[in-house]
Every structure is written in C-alpha cells, then in structure tokens.
C-alpha cells in the first residue's frame, strides 16, 4: 500500500501553513485507509533530505511538496533517483508556476482530488554531473533573469508583494544594474555561441517567476528541452520587450531571441555567474552542462486535469492575433 508523506516548507509563501494543512491531511484521510505521515523541513536544503529519506526504504511512497516551486524542486531532487517514488505538488507558494501547465492549477488545492489522483512520466533537467548538480523539473535559467530570481526570493517576503509583484520590483532593479554578460553556450544539436548574452533560458515546464510563459508549446515529456538566448540588449530595447518574452512571442524578435530544442546545453563562463533553477539559486563559475536526466519523474495530478497540447494551442491562438 502507498504511503503518503507530505512534506511541508514552513517558510514557503508569506505565513506558516503548517497547522493548516496538518488539519487538511488529516481531515482528508479521516476516512481513507492509506497510510499516512507529515515532516516539516528546518532550513533550505532539507526537504532534500526528507525526500531521500522517506524513499529509503523501497516501499511505495508519494512526495506531497507542500509550499512553492522551490519546495517542488527539492522534492523531486530528493526523490529523483527512487522508482519507488512519486511526487506531487501541494501549492502553499507565492508563485507555484510548474502547475500552471495544467488545465485547471487550482484544482492541486483539493487534497482529496489530489490523494485520487493520476499519474504521468515527466521529464527532468539534470545540472551538472550526477548526483551532484542538482536538477530541475521545470526550468532553469542562467544571466539576467537568474539574478532577478535570486533578488525575488528576498522582495517576495515584503507586505502586499506577490510572486509576480517581487518578480517586477526585482527585474526593475537588476535593468538598472546592467543586463549582459559573456558566455559561450554549446549545445548536443553541435551550435556554439560566443558571445555576450542577456539570458539563457532553459526549459521543460512553461511558467516561471510568477507569470512568464516564455515557451508556451514547452511539453514536459517530450524528450526536449526548449531553450531560448537572448543577445545583449540595452535596457531601452530590454524594457521594449518583456512584455512580448513574457507572453511567450519570442518569434517576434528573431534578431534578439533565439530558439533552440536539444537534449543538452553547455554554458560557459569566465566569472562567477549565478543560476537559477525553478527559484533554487546556485553559484558557478567555469562550466555547468544542463541535460535530460536518465531519470523520469512520476508526477502526480488531479483526475481530469490535461496538459499536454494546452500551451501550444495557446502559442498558435496568439500567433493568429
């Protein structure tokens, strides 16, 4: 019989949740003969640990992440290596985006939709070497929008801010810093740019900092990844555009955007750079390959929800605007 863990960051979103979902499980598996347990992480990095530890011991257990896209990720990171596995996403974050790929996110809130969920394969970025990189379930990014993600996780914790009101105060203030930076990225397809970028954006997911749909026919288990460079722009043209990059019209801007589907990306850089993966931060300098891991991840939905074919219908509808 699967076991159910929940694994609950108390530092996700704007308030503890902890009690409150506590009060859910159990009201939810009041009648339910499932076995059931909660852990509640203690610092960044340990719902790493809790996953990991709850996969252990070979029985079938589901990963609850119950807090934002960053809980996700550490879940799925804990869990990644185990068959035995399956994770889900219980949204109590302040931008919760992997989730937006379905036809009805909000529907992840019903606890006892999600304990009778369905069940599908997803794929996973792995970075760096195995084992040791980390990984990635919906996108990572590297330049100008990493530094924004990693401003956002300090602004997001301000009084009235949303993810999406932290994203914008955090992607103003890095405009003002400056925008570019040399990189030479290499991808598998055998391409090498040298040059000096904005931003490489790395994606399996669509949504990321709180309403950027940057790729929106991005499918998540299709065996690609989708990855868009942005040549240096000065902050007028930067300013110009991110409305259109947000809503992913990357086509528009051939000069400025460019699209790429591959299987692994190389980034190169000659400092320190930071990246950023699904709002978990990290520092590198050198080289950082970011490839589709051997591994799936057994993803876990409410009945009745789609996915697949919903971002690409959405990119043809605005393409006919």
Not at 114 to 140: P, W
Not at 242 to 254: N, Q
Request: hydrophobic share 40%; glycine share 10%; net charge positive.
């Amino acid at each position: 019989m699967t076991e159910h863990h929940f694994i609950i960051n108390p530092a996700a979103g704007k308030t503890d949740r902890t009690l409150s979902i506590r009060a859910a499980v159990e009201a939810a598996f009041r009648n339910r003969p499932q076995p059931w347990r909660i852990s509640v992480s203690a610092a960044p990095g340990d719902c790493v640990r809790l996953a990991r530890r709850a996969c252990e011991g070979g029985a079938d257990v589901r990963l609850y992440a119950c807090g934002g896209d960053g809980t996700l990720n550490e879940v799925v990171c804990g869990a990644a290596s185990f068959q035995n596995a399956a994770v889900t996403h219980y949204p109590c974050g302040s931008g919760n985006d992997f989730i937006k790929i379905f036809s009805a996110p909000a529907a992840f809130r019903d606890l006892g939709r999600l304990i009778d969920g369905a069940e599908a394969e997803f794929d996973l970025i792995q970075v760096g070497e195995r084992g040791e990189g980390g990984c990635s379930l919906n996108i990572c990014s590297v330049g100008f929008d990493a530094r924004i993600a990693a401003d956002m996780n300090r602004y997001k914790s301000l009084p009235l801010l949303s993810g999406h009101g932290a994203y914008v105060l955090s992607a103003g203030l890095n405009l003002i810093k400056g925008l570019h930076a040399p990189y030479r990225v290499e991808l598998d397809t055998g391409e090498s740019f040298d040059r000096r970028q904005t931003l490489v954006c790395i994606l399996n997911g669509r949504w990321y900092g709180g309403g950027f749909n940057p790729v929106p026919e991005a499918e998540p288990d299709d065996g690609m990844l989708e990855v868009l460079l942005v040549r240096a722009v000065s902050r007028f043209t930067a300013a110009a555009v991110i409305g259109s990059y947000k809503k992913g019209r990357y086509a528009d801007y051939p000069r400025l955007i460019e699209h790429y589907r591959c299987r692994a990306v190389t980034i190169h850089t000659p400092r320190p750079t930071t990246a950023n993966l699904d709002g978990e931060i990290i520092q590198w300098d050198g080289a950082l390959t970011f490839r589709l891991a051997e591994e799936r991840v057994r993803f876990v939905y409410p009945r009745g929800l789609v996915w697949r074919g919903i971002g690409r219908a959405a990119s043809e509808s605005r393409a006919r605007a």
